[in-house]
């Protein structure tokens, strides 16, 4: 099961908004609606941000936001802040393993 | 609150096998379903294995197919991953989590384990 494909690195100053992609197929991303991001500062735990493409969990700030299209599922963070500097990853059910699959991860830099 | 702890990493020879053991508290244990998610050093995180609540369903991802066995104890609130023939390629920080509707919602901290001679 090949990964979702996520940028490698995306960056933006302090107050701007950015968006990172996660493209998959119709097998995983299209198919379904249980696509779900994380957050991953170095050295811990991932944390979940976003799941069922558009929900965000009870204690994350409405700063971030989920969307889909066809096969791309997306996060846009707003109001970028200094602590968004991390890594994301996006996941999705595939049928083909009954779990999951993770995108390859996007490191997010707050020049 | 909801804590996942895990444990039984270290150093491992090529070949060799290894129980990974994930205590949960802070939550029903036996109503969750619970999985193993690893990330090799420098790399992305991949999913590795599911376990039912009840344990009568298993799913791993192929490629863990035959080397990796995921089970649970709900009377000990644990869940556990055994992995045989390790290889260098396994070299990874473990994690476990709880799994909801295919998300992760809950992580523990993670265990390295390390496969070299």
């Known amino acids: 099961q090949s990964a979702l494909t996520q940028p490698a690195s995306v960056s933006g100053s302090p107050g701007q908004s950015i968006t990172i992609s996660c493209t998959g197929t119709?097998?995983?991303?299209?198919?379904?609606?249980?696509v779900s991001w994380y957050r991953q500062y170095p050295g811990e735990a991932p944390k979940l941000m976003i799941y069922d493409v558009t929900n965000r969990p009870s204690g994350i700030s409405s700063r971030f936001s989920g969307s889909k299209s066809g096969n791309t599922a997306s996060l846009t963070i707003s109001g970028l802040q200094p602590d968004d500097e991390a890594d994301y990853y996006c996941?999705?059910?595939?049928?083909?393993?009954?779990?999951?699959?993770f995108g390859g991860g996007t490191r997010l830099t707050v020049l | 609150e909801v804590q996942l702890v895990e444990s039984g990493g270290g150093l491992v020879q090529p070949g060799g096998s290894l129980r990974l053991s994930c205590a949960a508290s802070?939550?029903?244990?036996?109503?969750?379903?619970m999985s193993w998610v690893r990330q090799a050093p420098g790399k992305g995180l991949e999913w590795v294995a599911t376990?039912?609540?009840?344990?009568?369903?298993?799913y791993y991802v192929e490629s863990m197919k035959g080397r990796f066995t995921i089970s649970r104890d709900n009377a000990e609130n644990s869940l556990y991953l055994q992995i045989n023939s390790l290889r260098a390629e396994d070299t990874a920080v473990y994690y476990c989590?709880?799994?909801?509707?295919?998300?992760?919602?809950?992580w523990g901290q993670g265990i390295l384990v390390t496969v070299s001679s």
């Open positions: 996941s999705s059910f595939t049928p083909i393993n009954n779990i999951g699959v």
């Open positions: 119709s097998n995983d991303v299209g198919g379904y609606n249980w």
């Open positions: 989590a709880t799994v909801s509707y295919y998300k992760a919602e809950h």
């Open positions: 802070g939550f029903t244990f036996r109503s969750h379903w």
């Open positions: 376990i039912k609540e009840d344990g009568s369903i298993k």
